[in-house]
């Protein structure tokens, strides 16, 4: 059973930087792509940024494009997310999510329901 502990969040000011991180465990790391998604009180899950299982191919939702940054360890068994210039409304709680792959090609999906696991989360919060 895959077991994913997201770490890293707080409080920061806005145009702060934090970084969270996910680990991994249960299976082999690197057959998941992973993601990032989050969700603010009373809003929806949305998608964050994913990354495919060998780290070469990244998407990102257009709200976080240029300030936030994926990326993965496969050594390490973790999933990160840079996030840079931030901004009240990233505040969220968010979650790392593993999706299994078959690793003939190097994408990943950014909807929610592709992915078989996922963390507790970790609560963000930006004050203004």
């Known amino acids: 059973q895959v077991q994913l502990v997201e770490s890293g969040g707080g409080l920061v000011q806005a145009g702060g930087s934090l970084r969270l991180s996910c680990a991994f465990s249960?299976?082999?790391?690197?057959?998941?792509?992973m993601g990032w998604f989050r969700q603010a009180p009373g809003k929806e899950r949305e998608f964050v940024a994913a990354i495919s299982w060998s780290g070469g191919s990244k998407g990102y939702a257009n709200s976080v494009k240029g300030r936030f940054t994926i990326s993965r360890d496969n050594a390490k068994n973790t999933v990160y997310l840079q996030m840079n210039s931030l901004k009240p409304e990233d505040t969220a709680v968010y979650y790392c999510?593993?999706?299994?792959?078959?690793?003939?090609?190097?994408?990943?999906?950014?909807?929610?329901?592709?992915?078989?696991?996922w963390g507790q989360g970790t609560q963000v919060t930006v004050s203004s």
């Open positions: 999510a593993a999706d299994r792959v078959a690793r003939i090609g190097d994408s990943y999906n950014s909807q929610g329901w592709a992915y078989d696991y």
């Open positions: 249960g299976r082999t790391f690197s057959s998941y792509a």
